[in-house]
């Protein structure tokens, strides 16, 4: 049963703690992505992956990082210098044939900080 | 402004109504065009997926481009209680090389 799983489904941090989001996917897709989710503002694009070993910052990348080490995983650290990190963040994967721009999304996590 | 424009609603209709949900784009590179759905706490789910301008049919959805007006819509026909969700759309250019989301609409379909 092809798909992305995301991990864990809600996620608590205390403040000035790194946390990390896992994404993985086997849809032998080469691009990943990750987006955050805030009421009233749609996706933002954090990072995005088109092979392993690469990556690019997308549009509020500060104070988040990511690794692409293996095709099907792409973890996300959102770290102590993410100022408001509280949002329902999403995963998502697309693959090389046919619609490489449809992209799949996983079932998000949603990340609270205390 | 923003490259996606959508107004996030809520919009609240009868079973049975037709729904009429919008986005306007200022891009003109943008060729591709979709719709999610996402239902609450949950990931979004591609719904529709269009090239160009034109219109595409699928059961009682219809998704519609015009890209001299820069303006997409997506249709739902006889609405039933089980499209109570958030409605995103989204569009793609080669060169930018990402897809940019629109705010998202709520819709409530009540019985």
């Known amino acids: 049963d092809g798909g992305i799983t995301q991990s864990p489904k809600y996620l608590f941090r205390k403040e000035g703690q790194n946390v990390t989001l896992s994404c993985e996917q086997n849809?032998?897709?080469?691009?990943m992505y990750w987006y955050r989710q805030d009421p009233g503002q749609g996706l933002r694009l954090i990072y995005y992956s088109q092979i392993v070993n690469d990556f690019q910052k997308g549009d509020i990348a500060e104070g988040y990082s990511v690794s692409r080490e293996k095709k099907e995983s792409f973890p996300l650290t959102v770290t102590s210098a993410q100022k408001n990190p509280t949002a329902f963040y999403l995963c998502?994967?697309?693959?090389?044939?046919?619609?490489?721009?449809?992209?799949?999304f996983g079932p998000g996590t949603r990340l609270t900080v205390l | 402004q923003k490259e996606v424009e959508q107004d996030p609603g809520p919009l609240s209709v009868p079973e049975g109504a037709i729904v009429s949900l919008n986005c306007t784009y200022s891009?003109?590179?943008?060729?591709?065009f979709m719709w999610y759905r996402q239902y609450s706490r949950k990931g979004p789910e591609l719904l529709m997926y269009?090239?160009?301008?034109g219109n595409k049919e699928d059961g009682r959805f219809t998704a519609q481009v015009d890209k001299s007006s820069k303006y997409i819509s997506l249709f739902i026909r006889d609405s039933q209680p089980s499209d109570s969700a958030t409605y995103l759309c989204?569009?793609?250019?080669?060169?930018?090389?990402?897809?940019?989301f629109g705010a998202g609409t709520r819709l409530a379909v009540h019985p």
């Open positions: 269009t090239y160009s301008s």
């Open positions: 849809l032998n897709h080469d691009a």
């Open positions: 891009n003109s590179a943008f060729q591709y």
């Open positions: 989204a569009a793609y250019s080669g060169g930018y090389n990402k897809l940019i």
């Open positions: 998502a994967s697309s693959g090389p044939w046919g619609r490489n721009n449809e992209q799949f």
